[in-house]
């Protein structure tokens, strides 16, 4: 299974934190699928970090490294997803995870997430 991980499974992975549902921990751990971050969860981290290092103190390029680090892939946010992004639903309304969804959608992924919101674009979208 191709799974696009959310910012904030992303960070809990690399902080190897509890949070972490025991079906999310499966599917991390499973080598068969192949797991993958999104640029825009560093754009996310990068202005997270910046405006409050306290609440988001790892920095941009410390994630991409753990998450390279961890063989996790990165996913460039391209055009194509630009522009899939006008099409979908206003069903969410933060940009970042809008973004994600879009990308995994466009991608044929699965993606990984804990908000609530997400399930309500479909079938795609892994809760834990």
């Known amino acids: 299974m191709t799974v696009l991980l959310d910012t904030h499974i992303l960070l809990w992975m690399i902080g190897e934190s509890r949070s972490l549902s025991d079906?999310?921990?499966?599917i991390?751990?499973?080598e068969t699928n192949e797991l993958?971050?999104?640029s825009i969860s560093i754009a996310e981290v990068a202005i997270k970090h910046q405006k409050n290092a306290a609440l988001m103190p790892l920095s941009p390029d410390e994630v991409r490294r753990c998450?390279?680090?961890c063989?996790?892939?990165e996913l460039a946010f391209d055009s194509k997803h630009a522009v899939a992004l006008g099409t979908l639903p206003q069903l969410h309304h933060d940009p970042f995870d809008r973004m994600l969804i879009v990308q995994s959608k466009t991608e044929g992924m699965k993606l990984m997430s804990h908000d609530r919101q997400f399930p309500q674009y479909g079938d795609f979208?892994?809760?834990v």
Not at 23 to 26: F, K, T, V
């Open 125 to 127: 979208v892994i809760p």
């Open 23 to 26: 079906l999310a921990m499966r």
């Open 28 to 30: 991390l751990a499973d």
């Open 36 to 38: 993958f971050f999104s």
């Open 71 to 73: 063989g996790i892939r």
């Open 67 to 69: 998450a390279e680090e």
